[in-house]
């Protein structure tokens, strides 16, 4: 994922699992929280997620929803609560019933 720092805005390329932990900037070594950054609607510049405006053109990147590649937006809908089927042992076999024709 791309993330970009909280000090120097500097864009870093981490694993996907880094999000969330503390990572060096390669930039400016300061230390920020990895965490998918948000493309500027106005002018495409990452911003670090907890920005509120962009770092390049100034406006407000509030509301931009992140989007991970590779995971589809999870639905709204409700889960709907389907009842499990009793579950009824399985007939056994009638003893007169053949399996097969034997002729
Ligand atoms: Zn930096
Ligand atoms: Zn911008």
Not at 20 to 26: I, W
Not at 70 to 89: F, I, K, L, N, Y
């Amino acid at each position: 994922m791309k993330s970009v720092c909280s000090n120097c805005f500097q864009e870093v390329e981490l694993p996907d699992d880094a999000a969330g932990s503390a990572v060096s900037c390669p930039a400016c070594g300061a230390q920020f929280t990895a965490e998918p950054s948000k493309p500027c609607r106005h002018c495409g510049a990452l911003n670090p997620k907890s920005a509120t405006r962009c770092v390049k053109c100034g406006k407000s990147v509030i509301g931009i929803s992140i989007r991970k590649p590779g995971t589809a937006p999870a639905p709204a809908a409700p889960v709907q609560e389907t009842p499990a089927p009793a579950e009824e042992a399985p007939k056994p076999v009638h003893p007169l019933a053949p399996f097969a024709n034997t002729e």
